[in-house]
């Protein structure tokens, strides 16, 4: 299975400089690009963040090849009809070039400046799997009825057709067993973090665990665990990827042995100094450190 590369880019900054990092990704051959989908980050809410699929449709239209998303879409945040109506929107913008990416919500605070329920871990796992059944069907132009404990749609029909068929690209974000069997069930990608603050033998160690338990999920729905792709997003253990070629080399090998298909770097912007101590620790990349590694190493990985 061909090794994908993509960035995330954190839209901390006015959409020109946004637009630019995604034309630059796209310059230096990256398979995807991606924002993030956040009503503010903790610790900075005073910081202007752009909203996450309005940004999406209009990169789709100021790049020609880049594949784009948000990584990751909160389920909670969004009605899945609404939302499954603004994929498949950008679905025809770009020419059929966006992926879906979605989990279950990650920081409570953003969830309490909302008014929006910040459940226990099973909850919003209950949540995210009844979100991501509506999506499955809502993307393929399915006419959707559900009724469950989170949402209801009544005989909802989803058009536009999608242009990607059967549907975009579905990626589901899952750490724990449950998640993952969502992610068995629906998914064409599972999107897995890195252990917070954490050393790379430690988060590769809960990486490869994480991709046994997938395995054995994918037997036991009956589904074949290579038709199931794999992505590792980075910067989140304290990995310094970026310190050498080499050493970016060496973790995206150690993440291949041990089931990695796909990647996501975050690219760091200079107008973004809230993270110049991600950079000092190489958890994120300069233009220049993404440009190098997409010329020299990550052709080690996608070519036979």
């Known amino acids: 299975m061909t090794v994908r590369f993509g960035a995330t880019l954190i839209q901390f900054v006015p959409y020109p400089l946004l637009r630019d990092d995604f034309v630059f990704a796209e310059s230096i051959g990256l398979d995807n690009a991606w924002v993030i989908d956040q009503f503010r980050i903790d610790g900075l809410p005073e ?31 969004r009605n899945p009809g609404v939302l499954a109506k603004s994929i498949l929107t950008v679905d025809q913008i770009s020419d059929g070039r966006v992926e879906a ?8 605070t953003e969830h309490e400046a909302l008014g929006i329920d910040f459940p226990s871990p099973r909850a919003r796992v209950e949540r995210l799997d009844e979100a991501v059944s509506i999506l499955d069907r809502a993307l393929r132009g399915e006419t ?11 005989d909802a029909m989803f058009r536009p057709n999608p242009t990607q068929r059967p549907r975009p690209p579905l990626w589901v974000a899952a750490q724990g067993p449950r998640s993952l069997r969502v992610a068995v069930q629906f998914a064409d990608v599972v999107v897995t973090l890195g252990e917070a603050g954490r050393p790379m033998e430690e988060s590769l160690r809960a990486f490869r665990t994480r991709m046994e338990q997938l395995d054995e999920i994918c037997a036991s729905e009956g589904r074949d665990p290579a038709t199931l792709r794999r992505c590792y997003y980075a910067g989140w253990a304290n990995e310094p990827i970026f310190a050498s070629l080499e050493a970016t080399a060496d973790l995206i090998g150690r993440y291949v042995e041990a089931g990695a298909t796909d990647f996501t770097f975050y690219l760091h912007n200079p107008a973004q100094p809230m993270f110049d101590s991600l950079l000092a620790e190489h958890r ?7 440009e190098r590694v997409a010329a020299d190493v990550f052709p080690r990985f996608t070519q036979d």
């Open 144 to 154: 959707v009825t559900h009724e469950g404990t989170h949402y209801r749609i009544a």
């Open 101 to 108: 990416a979605v989990g279950g919500g990650y920081y409570p």
């Open 47 to 77: 910081v202007p963040m752009l909203e996450a699929w309005t940004s999406i449709a209009a990169l789709a239209r100021d790049t020609s090849r880049i594949r784009v998303g948000a990584m990751v879409t909160n389920a909670a945040m």
């Open 284 to 290: 994120v990349a300069t233009r220049d450190q993404m």
